[in-house]
């Protein structure tokens, strides 16, 4: 889990990972603005050979451009595992 984030739940009923991103700064760009990409990333290990769909995955964020809070939905997303033999 990145530096700063939380992981709750079990298992069986799944995870939630929470955590905050710094602010992204927009500069303007002719008549746009942009900003750099900013990524994390989550290691998984799986327990077993499985299917794993992130189908309750959501990544909710402030845009500049609004005062709400934009949810997106990560849909058809799905994490095969295949776990090593070992004798």
Not at 14 to 41: C, H, L
Not at 57 to 80: C, V
Request: cysteine-free; glycine content about 6%.
């Amino acid at each position: 889990i990145p530096q700063g984030f939380t992981k709750s739940g079990t298992l069986q009923s799944g995870y939630i990972i929470d955590g905050d991103i710094a602010d992204i700064p927009f500069r303007r760009s002719g008549e746009q603005y942009v900003a750099d990409n900013k990524t994390f990333a989550i290691t998984v290990k799986p327990v077993a050979n499985n299917n794993y769909p992130l189908s309750n995955a959501t990544l909710t964020f402030k845009d500049y451009s609004t005062a709400n809070d934009q949810t997106l939905l990560f849909t058809n997303r799905l994490i095969t595992a295949f776990t090593k033999l070992t004798y």
